[in-house]
C-alpha cells in the first residue's frame, strides 16, 4: 500500500536525455510504494515554469524535490531558491543518449560531470543544496527514503531491511572468495 494518495517527492530534470539516469529514483521509490511525480524542467530553457513548478511542489505538498540535472546544472539550486521543501541534487553525466550512444568520446560534458557535481554543492552559504555523487540517482532515492522515515515509521524498517540485504550480499561474496 502507499504512503499516501498525493506524490510525496517531486522529480525534476533538465531535460529528457537525463531520464534515463533519473530513472534510478523513480524505481527506488516505486520499490518502495513511496509516490512521486516526474517532470522535466529546465532552469535554462523554462526559467518561468521552474518558478511555477516551485508553488506547484508547494501546492502538491512535496516534501522532497529530487532534482537532476547536468551540465550548468542550476536547476537544484534555483528550485532551491523558490521554495523551503529540501532539494537533493543528481549530477547528470549524459552522454548523447537522445542518439543511446554510450561511448566515452560521446559524453556530453568535457569535464566528466565534475561541473554538474559543482554546479550543484558550491551553492552560496544561507542557500544548501544536497548531492548525491554523478549520475547516482538511486542514491537520491534512497535519502528521500530516510527523510519520509521520520514521518513513515514503516520506511525505517524497510531501509534497516536494505541495509541488512547489503550486509548479506557482501558477506555472500566473501564466502564464494575463500572457496
Ligand atoms: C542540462 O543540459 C540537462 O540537464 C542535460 O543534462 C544537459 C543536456 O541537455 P540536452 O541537450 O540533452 O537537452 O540542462
Redesign the pocket.
Known sequence: MAYSKKPLVGII??????SRIMQGAAEILDEHKIKHEDQIV????TPARLAEYAKHAEKMGFKIIIA??????H?PGMIASHTTIPVIGVP?L?Y???HHKKTDTEK?SAFGGLD?LLSITEMPSGSPVVAVGVNKAGNAGIYAMKILANEFPDLKKKLKLHKSNQHNSVMKESDQLQK
Open positions: 530534470m533538465g531535460s529528457s536525455s537525463d529546465s532552469a535554462h530553457r537532476g540535472a547536468g551540465g550548468a546544472a536547476l547528470i549524459v548523447n543518449d537522445k556530453f554538474s
